[in-house]
Each structure stands twice: as C-alpha cells, then as structure tokens.
C-alpha cells in the first residue's frame, strides 16, 4: 500500500488542525469521502421535476434527490456570478475575498479558500467549465499560481463565454493555448470530469464542475436554445409558465430552450454517476448539485434575468447525496450559498478555517434539525440592496442613499421605476405578486425583518456602503474610467485591496429605507 492511500485516512479522522466536530459516522470504508461538486448557471430551483415541475425532464437529479438530501431553501445569497462563485470558493462574504461583482478578480485565499484546504490535506484537485473569478478580460486563460485558488492539479475552463455550440465552444489547455470542445459544451466538459475520475478513482479527489447552461447565450438576454434532440422534446405550445409571465410566444420559445438545456445537463450528470458506478467509488463519495443563481424568465415582466430578491432569483436546488451518512428525505432546513463551504468541509470531518462567514450545518442536517435555522442574508453590493429570507418572507431594502449605479443603468432599462425595498409573504403569496414594503398593515413584521438584515450587516461589518462609494474605494482610476466608456477590454478587474479595509467607515442604517414605489416596472 502506497503512504497516501494510508496517511490520508488517517488525517482525514485525527488532524489536530480540524475546527470541525465529530457529527457523524465515518464511512465504513475507512476512507476520506471523495467530493463532486456540480453546478449549472442560472437554474431555478423550480426547474426541475424532483422539485415538482413535471414537465422538465431531469431523471438523473430526480435520480439523485431520491437517493440523498433534497433542500428546500438553498439560496444565493448574492444572486450573480462571480459574487456567488467567490461566496463558494472563499467561504467569505464578498467585501471580504473582493469578490463583490461580475469580473472582477477575487483576493488570494493564502490557504484558506474551500480548495486549498482540500489540496492541503491530500485531495487531488480538478476544476473544469466556467471559472469567472480572474477578472478583466474574459477571453483568456488563468494562468497557475494563487489566482486558481487550490485547483492547482487538474484545471481546464474557458474563463467566462457565452457560446455553448460545437463550433465555437473552447477551453485553455495547460499550455495556455485554447482547444475547441467540438461538441455541446456542457457535454465535452463532463467528458473531461470523467477522465479526471477514472485518473484519480484509487485516492482521495475533489471534482468541481461548473457547467455554463441553462444561461443564456450567443445573443443576449432571450437567447436559449440547446441540441435539437433536447429541443424536440418540447413543445412551446403545450409548455405551462409560471403564472407570474406574461404568456406569449417570445416567452414559449425562452421556456422551450431553458428547460432543452436544463436536459442537457441532466444526460451529462447521468454519465457522471455512471464513471462513480464503474469505478465503485460512488459509495464513498459525496455528490453535490446546486446553481449559481435562478433565472426570472420574465418573472415579474423583468427582462434582465437575475441580481434580483424574488425567489426566481435567489431560490436554487441544493441535492446532497452521501451514502451511509446522510439519510435519503427532504430538507427545509434553510441554507445560504456562504454556508456550502463549511458544511461540506464538516460532512468531510476536514479544517472549517476561521475566516469562514457561512454556518457549519453538518451537525443540523446529521440531526435532522431543520430548525436550527432562522434566516438567510441577503446582499448585492452593485444593486445596493441588503435584506433577509425566512421560511415565509423575503425582505430586502435599498441602500444606494438615492444614488444609481452602472449596474442599474445596463441592466434595468428603468432604474427609476424599480424599487430593491420589497416585502413578499411567499407563504400567502408564492407568485411574490403583492409587495408588502409599504403596505400600512405591516410595519411591526417589516420592522422585524429589518432587525434581522441589520444583525447580519453588523455580523459581516457590511455598513451598507453605496456602490459608487464602493467602487471608488476599491478600484483604480483607470479601471473606473474603463467602466464609465464601458470599455471593457481595458477593464482589469484588480483590486486595490480587501474592500473591507479600504471602505469609509459609514453608520448601518438604523430604519429601512424610505417608502418607494411598488417593486414593479412601471
């Protein structure tokens, strides 16, 4: 027996470095688990038949929500792509790991990142699909070194693009030089996660897969399509909306493409836990599906697809499935994007670092104690929103001080006519129809709320800084000026420093914002 294949095991059990209790069994196999992380960009948590929409066909998730932990309410806390990539990798809130908007780069970890800590107690790492944490330019590679954050063995992605099809589709290679996938991409990147499984199967390894679809592509904001036998099994005119669209055919045919695409992903995670199965790890391997972020598909009339507190946005499916351990059921057990990182580390029985912001939950989710959380935070620094998500109520207040932002401008055709202070009681409203923020019947309960968002804000020493405060403090001159031209090849996305350290030091505030317009496009 080789010294890893016994070495590791044991500091797997015994490390004197581990923050993380002993919640539970280990697995029988004497082993460290392995650990499959996938997750899809843009998918909704009620995108998905285990989840109860019968008319996206997933059965290989259905598969797997079946076989382990299907949760409820799994939220992004921070509903956008590198925001939410950064909450996962780092384990931080994002003024914090720097990760506060879309490209710009994340602050090294210095051993602390999710990755790191697997790599440094003897994973082999592989990452494959879209990264979006280098910053500046997307079209080009990440080169190795503290920018890949632990994934220092295996890493093949393409940064961050928005072409799926066999013809346009690439990756960097380890030389750097970019490779065409030659096939739908979600397909070639699992092919190449088999490859590293098949590689790694006779010791411990950590594979995180980051697929691009079902966002949309190629032509901005309504394009989604996907393989035409995906296609075909969809027929526009039959597809049932959500009940908070506008039913036309632009929006049939927006529907029709998300879910051939939420299908696609599907067949690849088929294969996925079919290389598990053929290498006779999958027993002792924990598998994780999840999202980024929701799509609102217009939701709400809402052409831009997300950064947005409805549920369509921040609401994704969360499958955990780790034999022996965790008992197959349905979760509610409320849980943050920021809280993955820990938990998965406690499951593993590894190191939680201290510079973890997210909440340890194996103990919760071992003891079944569904309870054991109130509320999550919510918090998008570019839109300038803060707010909570409880079991019934979504909460979220403006915190812009009547400032605007780039990021209302390009994505919010009418950033006057929309309001981030918004109240949903999803219990007696589940379409989020009816905004409670003004409503003359609710002040203790919003009053409430606002307590809640402000014991996180003051957990995270987030003050609430409006975002062009923020981005002054943070960004260089330069960068700014390539924001205003929105010239973004010259945009380099490199902070200054930790946001947390170069911020003015402002006062949390005390009330919620001032009454606003219903939270509606006009």
């Not at 609102?296 to 947005?308: A, E, I, P, Q």
């Not at 929103?385 to 994505?411: A, K, N, P, Q």
Request: contains cysteine.
């Amino acid at each position: 027996m080789k010294l890893y294949q016994w070495l590791i095991p044991i500091v797997c059990l015994f490390s004197p470095l581990s923050s993380a209790p002993a919640v539970g069994p280990v697995p029988t196999t004497g082993q460290c688990p392995n650990l499959v992380f996938v997750f899809s960009d843009q998918q909704s948590w009620d995108m998905m038949g285990c989840y109860g929409n019968a008319q996206v066909k997933t059965p290989n998730l259905d598969r797997l929500a079946a076989q382990g932990v299907r949760f409820n309410h799994c939220i992004s806390n921070a509903p956008i792509c590198t925001p939410y990539r950064g909450l996962l990798l780092s384990g931080q809130h994002p003024l914090k790991s720097g990760a506060f908007e879309n490209d710009v780069r994340m602050l090294p970890g210095e051993g602390k990142y999710f990755g790191e800590v697997l790599r440094d107690q003897g994973y082999r790492m592989g990452y494959y699909g879209k990264w979006h944490l280098y910053g500046g330019n997307r079209d080009r590679p990440v080169p190795p070194g503290p920018y890949r954050y632990g994934f220092d063995h295996e890493f093949l992605t393409n940064n961050c693009t928005l072409v799926y099809d066999a013809e346009r589709a690439y990756y960097w290679d380890d030389q750097g030089i970019k490779q065409g996938y030659g096939d739908w991409e979600p397909y070639a990147q699992t092919r190449q996660a088999i490859e590293f499984i098949e590689k790694h199967a006779e010791r411990p390894f950590a594979l995180f897969l980051s697929w691009h679809p079902p966002h949309n592509w190629g032509g901005g904001h309504e394009t989604y399509a996907a393989p035409e036998d995906c296609l075909a099994l969809y027929d526009p005119a039959t597809l049932k909306l959500r009940d908070n669209v506008a039913d036309t055919p632009r929006n049939r045919r927006i529907y029709q493409g998300h879910m051939a695409m939420v299908t696609s992903i599907d067949r690849a995670f088929g294969w996925l836990m079919d290389a598990l199965r053929a290498q006779r790890i999958d027993d002792r391997t924990i598998v994780v599906f999840t999202s980024d972020h929701g799509d609102t598909l217009h939701s709400h009339g809402f052409v831009h697809n997300k950064m947005r507190p409805e549920q369509e946005s921040v609401r994704v499916p969360l499958l955990v499935r780790y034999p022996r351990v965790l008992r197959p059921r349905v979760s509610e057990l409320l849980v943050g994007a920021l809280d993955l990182m820990p938990t998965l580390l406690g499951l593993m029985r590894l190191p939680v670092p201290a510079t973890c912001d997210g909440r340890e939950l194996a103990a919760a989710i071992l003891a079944e104690r569904d309870d054991a959380v109130d509320s999550v935070p919510l918090f998008l620094p570019p839109l300038d929103f803060r707010g909570v998500y409880t079991r019934r109520h979504t909460y979220t207040f403006d915190t812009s001080g009547g400032t605007t932002s780039l990021y209302r401008e390009m994505f919010f055709s009418k950033p006057d006519g929309i309001s981030w202070n918004c109240l949903f009681n999803r219990e007696a409203d589940p379409s989020e129809k009816d905004n409670l923020f003004n409503s003359p019947h609710q002040p203790e309960l919003r009053a409430e709320l606002h307590r809640k968002t402000l014991e996180w804000m003051r957990k995270y020493a987030d003050q609430g800084v409006p975002y062009q405060a923020l981005i002054g403090a943070v960004i260089s001159e330069g960068d700014r000026e390539a924001r205003r031209q929105r010239n973004w090849n010259a945009f380099t996305g490199i902070l200054k420093g930790r946001p947390h350290d170069l911020l003015p030091q402002v006062a949390v505030p005390a009330q919620p914002g001032p009454a606003s317009p219903q939270n509606r496009q006009p």
